[in-house]
């Protein structure tokens, strides 16, 4: 089991930009493909992207593609989610868990972190 804690949310107006952790300890986190979910109160969790174990594919929603960025130093075992250019839209929880790498279905993702929030004020 590998335990996941995200970290880095927080408020920020339209357009801005923060950058989101996920910390992993337990087995070895270069296993792992990692993804990343943000959920809307009432509403399922979303699948944002995800990195393969190297860390050279990543995938993207396509509410992410061009604006969001995955990055992971596995020697700090830790994977990295850029925001930039934010909107009131992108206002979640959001959550990064283990995985396979090349889907998009969350029930496949495992050992999920306890979320961090990000408000995106317009």
Do not use: H
């Not at 944002?48 to 061009?66: E, L, N, P, Q």
């Amino acid at each position: 089991q590998v335990q996941l804690v995200e970290s880095g949310g927080g408020l920020v107006q339209a357009g801005g930009s923060l950058r989101l952790s996920c910390t992993a300890s337990g087995r070895t986190f270069s296993w792992y493909a990692v993804g990343w979910f943000r959920q809307v109160p009432g509403k399922e969790r979303e699948f944002v992207g995800t990195i393969d174990r190297t860390g050279d594919s990543t995938d993207y929603s396509d509410s992410a593609k061009g604006r969001f960025t995955i990055s992971r130093d596995n020697a700090k075992t830790t994977v990295y989610l850029q925001m930039n250019s934010l909107k009131p839209e992108d206002t979640a929880v959001y959550y990064c868990a283990v995985g396979p790498y090349g889907t998009t279905r969350t029930y496949l993702f495992d050992d999920w972190g306890q979320g961090t929030q990000v408000t995106v004020s317009s």
